[in-house]
């Protein structure tokens, strides 16, 4: 069976740069019809330009995740643009990491906002459309934080444990529309996220993957492209790790 994403219509939040970027360039390639979304305009600009090279099909709709009603109308426009939505990849998450000690209250309502509100949503804007067509793909990027725990990290770590609780649950709410709900748990990526971690931290990291190398964004997107593909079509509320074997 050839894949391929033609006429398929796939929103992806935090496309700007990273992992989200490559996610969206894949199912390009794969000549699936994209909505990028971030709120970093110069980074939506420049993905914009990329894709406009490769005569890829898309709409650029600055969001942020954050915010109720760009996220309404994100959905809403690109319900208006294409008629439909059959994939949501909920992408965007930020890192504001230091011990609990020395946790200030925005640290921990910063990251919860954007990796678990938003992903409610998203998430709520796009079921009702999914419900209506009895057909959807929805993608949560989560991390094996959120299983394993990590310590300099409790607010990225609770929000994305809460990405792998909210997927399971709606995964039961939407299966009998056809609609399926997994998460992505990506161990240690290289992005511009990671590029800030001392090369100790780096080196530490890489030990413990069996796989002994750091994973790319295009592991994670060729993940994504299966999961939102017809061959994962009996798969909903699973955890896939992307992490090279570091958590097992
Ligand atoms: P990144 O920082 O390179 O990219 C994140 C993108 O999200 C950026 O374009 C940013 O502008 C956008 N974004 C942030 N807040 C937003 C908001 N409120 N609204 C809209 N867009 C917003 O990060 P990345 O490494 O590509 O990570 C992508 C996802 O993968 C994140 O959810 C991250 O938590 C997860 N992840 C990354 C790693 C890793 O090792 N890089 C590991 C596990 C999980």
């Known amino acids: 069976m050839e894949l391929n994403f033609d006429d398929k219509v796939v929103v992806i939040t935090g496309a700007g740069r990273g992992i989200g970027r490559t996610i969206a360039e894949r199912f390009a390639e794969f000549g699936a019809i994209l909505i990028l979304s971030d709120y970093n305009q110069e980074s939506l600009t420049d993905v ?3 894709f406009t090279e490769k005569q890829y099909s898309f709409k650029a709709i600055p969001c942020d995740v954050t915010n109720k009603d760009q996220v309404n109308q994100l959905l809403e426009q690109t319900i208006e643009y294409f008629g439909k939505i059959d994939v949501l990849i909920n992408n965007a998450g930020i890192t504001r990491d230091t011990l609990l000690i020395r946790m200030k ?7 919860l906002n954007t990796n678990l509100k ?19 793909k929805i993608i949560n ?4 934080v959120g299983i394993t725990g990590n310590a300099g990290q409790v607010n990225y770590s609770a929000s994305k444990a809460g990405v792998i609780g909210f997927s399971k649950s709606v995964a039961q709410e939407l299966a009998s529309r056809n609609v399926t709900v ?9 992005t511009e996220m990671t590029q800030v971690l001392s090369e100790s931290v780096k080196e530490n990291f890489i030990n413990k993957i069996p796989l002994k190398r750091a994973g790319t964004p295009k592991d994670v997107a060729n993940t994504a492209i299966f999961l939102a593909s ?9 955890v ?4 090279g074997g570091m958590v097992m």
Request: aromatic share 12%.
């Open 141 to 144: 990027i989560s991390s094996v």
């Open 240 to 243: 896939v790790k992307v992490d």
């Open 118 to 136: 938003g992903v409610f949503l998203t998430t709520r804007a796009a079921a009702k459309h999914f419900m209506k067509q009895r057909f959807g």
């Open 230 to 238: 017809p061959l994962a079509d009996y798969i909903t509320g699973q």
């Open 105 to 111: 209250d925005d640290q921990w309502d910063a990251v």
């Open 48 to 50: 914009s330009s990329y």
């Open 182 to 190: 997994n998460v992505i748990a990506p161990g240690f990526i290289e």
